[in-house]
């Protein structure tokens, strides 16, 4: 650790940190959350900035001298449809949003990256603080990397962390390959023909379709096990079956399901096997089905070299390092980035007693902000020092 390590100040970031987690915007509506990190950030001289990439995207460059590796670091910027169950000053001003993923933590974090970037110039290569939309849907990423904006940026090197409730205070999590599942979003509409309660045999009820689609979306895992396949789950998220009219037999129904897996080819397997499901009882049943996908995650693969990095800075800085044996079962965006570059994504143990992501009394813990800067930084300063 140097001096300015030492005597990093971090009330200013604290106070960041809390202004954006009092003012909490959902997926694709992050514009002041983007305008407030652009006014900040500002201050510490960036060499570029590129605006809306994707919508409320920003990103923003610090650049050496020399030609180098481009690094780049990604935050994610919108918050979650929860309404917030805490008690203190910088509570979520808007209704029924909050920041319950620590996002406002990780936006911190590379705001502070960029004060240290500027007082700590790099000589060579190029820095991009990254700041994406919309990751709690499955959209953002995906979306900055078509973004013709983007194409400039080109990373060599892509990291990106995640706050981990449940683990030791300061801990990096990480593992080499896959990291995090992929999963999808699986929507069925069944249409048959309405009738009169009295009478049902006159029209085509899809609720035995329904019934049958449950119990064979709660046993295809099973079914499919035999072939070589490592983990998947099926969870049946939502049904709706006709109306509620006591007068009329239904004509309609959906069901939702989430699917996921630890590679997106498992994936694929699970998804083939679920429409096969449907379209055999359908016929069945005589009901029109319609299939649509959302919320896709690809699997978060983790390059061996990315890992290796990080696990570097987390000695050089004397942080806990854990390699988890199997990935983790939720889903991260930032699979985008590490399928097309050079990239990984670890944890940062937000504390044993820490409420869980998406807990309505969760809050990031503002000590990790300062674990955050530094391995990030001592990420870059290893790259460029290799190059
Ligand atoms: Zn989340
Ligand atoms: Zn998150």
Not at 141 to 150: M, S
Not at 183 to 188: N, R, Y
Not at 280 to 294: N, P, Q, R, Y
Not at 303 to 308: I, Q
Request: with cysteine.
């Amino acid at each position: 650790m140097n001096e300015s390590e030492n005597s990093f100040d971090l009330s200013e970031l604290i106070e960041l940190r809390k202004t954006i987690h009092a003012n909490p915007e959902l997926a694709h509506e992050e514009k002041n959350t983007a305008e407030r990190l652009t006014r900040f950030i500002k201050k510490f001289n960036p060499d570029k900035i590129i605006e809306r990439i994707a919508g409320n995207g920003v990103a923003f460059i610090y650049e050496g001298n020399k030609n180098g590796p481009v690094i780049l670091l990604r935050a994610e910027l919108d918050a979650l449809p929860i309404t917030e169950e805490c008690e203190f000053d910088y509570k979520s001003v808007n209704n029924g949003v909050s920041h319950k993923c620590g996002h406002d933590g990780h936006m911190t974090i590379l705001a502070g990256l960029a004060r240290k970037l500027n007082e700590n110039k790099i000589n060579k290569g190029k820095v991009v603080l990254l700041f994406q939309p919309a990751e709690e849907i499955g959209e953002g990423a995906e979306k900055i990397i078509n973004d013709k904006k983007f194409t400039e940026i080109k990373p060599d090197y892509a990291f990106a962390l995640h706050n981990l409730p449940g683990f030791k205070k300061h801990e990096i999590i990480i593992r080499n390959n896959t990291f995090a599942a992929a999963s999808v979003g699986m929507k069925v509409e069944l249409k048959g023909k309405t009738s009169h309660a009295a009478h049902p045999e006159n029209g085509i009820s899809p609720s035995d379709a329904v019934a049958d689609i449950i119990k064979k979306f709660n046993s295809v895992i099973n079914a499919i096990k035999n072939e070589n396949f490592d983990f998947g789950l099926v969870t049946i998220i939502h049904v709706s079956i006709g109306e509620k009219a006591f007068g009329t037999s239904p004509g309609y129904a959906e069901v939702y399901a989430t699917l996921r897996a630890n590679s997106d080819a498992d994936l694929e397997v699970i998804k083939s096997k679920c429409v096969e499901i449907v379209e055999l009882i359908a016929k069945e049943e005589k009901l029109k089905s319609e299939i649509s996908w959302t919320e896709a995650f690809p699997a978060t693969v983790n390059d061996p070299e990315a890992v290796d990095f990080i696990i570097s800075a987390a000695n050089q800085l004397k942080l806990n390092i854990k390699n988890i044996d199997s990935p983790f079962r939720w889903t991260e965006d930032f699979g985008h980035f590490t399928k097309t570059y050079t990239g990984a994504l670890f944890g940062l143990g937000a504390g044993k007693q820490t409420p869980q992501l998406h807990n309505p009394d969760y809050d990031f813990p503002d000590e990790l902000i300062l674990t955050g800067i530094n391995i990030f930084h001592t990420i870059i300063q290893n790259i460029l020092a290799e190059e």
